[in-house]
């Protein structure tokens, strides 16, 4: 698939499908958090997910330097590449010759990943026209703009052909939308025998419902976090076929401690830090295959 064979995605913006993808689209198109642009500007791989892994004090050196702050930037972002890079991990065996989607694309960091890895077509939906044009503007910059592209377009219902796409993902995406939509959509576009993988925030039906925590973190996102229950059982509904799950919760609290140290805190972390503490909430990689 090429993008010349679905003009469907970049002939004219779509409207959004309900109230609250307009409320969502018109959040991401107003988003400029520093504490994303800021770590963007590292390297030119804008994220809008969380990091994993061990920090590294010995990069990070004495708090009282002058040039701390700075370290403290590329070291965040830095982990925030290397969720990605788990991520594509569990994409499967990529030839550049296949074709990736991207459902919740944001500015695009994981698709320039995804293409520089494998060589292949990376195609990128997202709510907002303000992600979609900085997407565009980055592929062009690193004249990839022929295999990476970013579409104003709705992930529950997107042009791409039944069976056409070797392997897709959500990366922090998945509580914007009924998860037995978003399964049946990525089941459609997926080839038999294609890859699913998502990384995400869960609720843990082990703690009961959603914690204060949890609830707190909906509503400074306006999102809507599912149960890990709820993840299994829409794929399962939809031939989707869990190949791996990890439970990343031990690997992206250090990141968070680490933010919540830094000048960048956007207020948030106290909540992600108190959740992933008590157990309800939890951070996982869902990998599937498309049975
Ligand atoms: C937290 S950001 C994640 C961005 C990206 N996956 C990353 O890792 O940097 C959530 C993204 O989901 C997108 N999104 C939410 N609901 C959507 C929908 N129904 N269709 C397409 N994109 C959607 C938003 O526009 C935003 O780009
Ligand atoms: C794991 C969960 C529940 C994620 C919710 C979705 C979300 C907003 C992710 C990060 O975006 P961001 O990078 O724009 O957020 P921030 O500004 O906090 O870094
Ligand atoms: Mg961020």
Not at 122 to 136: H, M, P, R, W
Not at 199 to 216: A, E, L, M
Not at 236 to 262: F, K
Not at 267 to 276: L, P, T
């Amino acid at each position: 698939m090429t993008t010349e064979t679905t003009p469907a995605l970049s002939a004219k913006i779509p409207a959004p499908a309900t109230p609250y993808q307009e409320d969502i689209a018109r959040y991401w198109n107003n988003e400029a958090r520093p504490v994303n642009l800021r770590l963007g500007d590292v390297d030119g791989l804008y994220h809008h997910h969380y990091g994993i892994g061990a920090v590294d004090h010995a990069a990070l050196g004495d708090p009282e330097h002058r040039e701390y702050e700075k370290k403290l930037i590329a070291e965040l972002h830095r982990l925030e590449s290397a969720q990605a890079e788990l991520l594509l991990d569990h994409l499967g065996a990529i030839t550049s010759d296949d074709t990736l989607v991207d459902a919740g694309c944001g500015r695009g960091g994981s698709m320039v990943m995804a293409h520089r890895r494998f060589g292949c077509r990376v195609q990128g939906v997202t709510l907002s026209k303000t992600q979609a044009e900085f997407g565009n503007g980055r592929a062009r910059d690193l004249r990839i703009q022929d295999h990476v592209r970013s579409h104003v377009c709705n992930m529950l219902d997107t042009p791409f052909e039944k069976g056409s796409v070797a392997a897709s993902w959500n990366n922090e995406s998945t509580m914007y939308v009924d998860l037995h939509d978003l399964f049946a959509e990525h089941s459609r576009i997926l080839k038999v025998g294609g890859r699913y993988v998502t990384i995400t925030g869960c609720w843990n039906p082990r703690y009961g419902q959603p914690s204060k925590w949890v609830s707190q973190i909906n509503a400074h996102f306006e999102c809507n976090i599912h149960s890990r229950r709820e993840y299994l059982r829409a794929m399962a509904d939809n031939r989707l076929v869990p190949q791996t799950i990890i439970d990343l919760t031990p690997d992206t609290l250090p990141y968070w401690e680490l933010r919540a140290t830094s000048s960048l805190v956007t207020g948030i972390e106290e909540a992600f830090i108190e959740s992933y503490r008590d157990g309800s909430f939890q951070y996982v990689l869902i990998a599937a295959d498309r049975v």
